[in-house]
């Protein structure tokens, strides 16, 4: 083998032993100036769910125009049935909790039908001695017991939400319920004669 070919592999050996020496050298003085960190582990993280909160019943919005009419006594110059005593609370606790949890908007809407609502049940009661007159003494009965049972239900939702209701519902709700009762009060007393 000639000579310089043996220079050449004798250079590339110590050019690579030069080379390999310069970076342990290197990485020993990286080592040194800022170590490093040793591996982090990761643990896996266990989240526990939160406590569970009893949920509040869920409440269905009921339509409040049909949960009123059910307490009248009359509609379309019929006599009706009255619900139970829990049924009208229930209803009125639930147009009371639809109201709350109405947009503003809603609220609005709202109150402008319970507005008209109470005009309405006014205009009835008003012309009550008129619609007695042509009633059988059979529907008299049926009207003065429904007119008694309204009244009674009306009492009840009276007595049950008296400290659950705002201000602003009561003005909202209260027209309703004072022209209910009003027409209640000349229904019995018209179906008395």
């Given at each position: 083998m000639e000579k310089k070919t043996v220079y050449t592999v004798v250079a590339v050996i110590v050019a690579a032993i030069l080379l390999v020496v310069g970076f342990v050298l290197l990485k020993h003085h990286k080592d040194r100036v800022a170590p490093t960190p040793p591996p982090v582990v990761e643990t896996p993280v266990v989240e526990e769910p939160?406590?569970?909160?009893?949920?509040?019943?869920?409440?269905?919005?009921?339509?409040?125009?049909?949960?009123?009419?059910?307490?009248?006594?009359v509609q379309n110059n019929q006599v009706q049935g009255m619900p139970?005593?829990?049924?009208?609370?229930?209803?009125?606790?639930?147009?009371?909790?639809s109201y709350r949890e109405a947009t503003p908007q809603e609220k609005q809407q709202m109150a402008m039908a319970m507005n008209m609502a109470s005009y309405m049940i006014a205009g009835i009661a008003q012309s009550a001695g008129?619609?007695?007159?042509?009633?059988?003494?059979?529907?008299?009965?049926?009207?003065?017991?429904?007119?008694?049972?309204?009244?009674?239900?009306?009492?009840?939702?009276q007595e049950e939400m008296a400290f659950e209701v705002t201000p602003e519902e009561t003005q909202v709700f209260g027209g309703v319920f004072q022209s209910l009762q009003y027409m209640n009060q000349t229904l019995l007393n018209s179906s008395q004669f």
């Open positions: 939160p406590p569970e909160e009893p949920q509040p019943r869920a409440r269905r919005r009921r339509d409040v125009s049909s949960s009123i009419s059910r307490v009248v006594p139970t005593r829990e049924e009208a609370v229930d209803a009125a606790r639930d147009i009371l909790y008129q619609f007695v007159q042509r009633m059988t003494p059979e529907q008299r009965d049926q009207l003065l017991k429904s007119s008694q049972a309204s009244q009674e239900l009306l009492n009840a939702i």
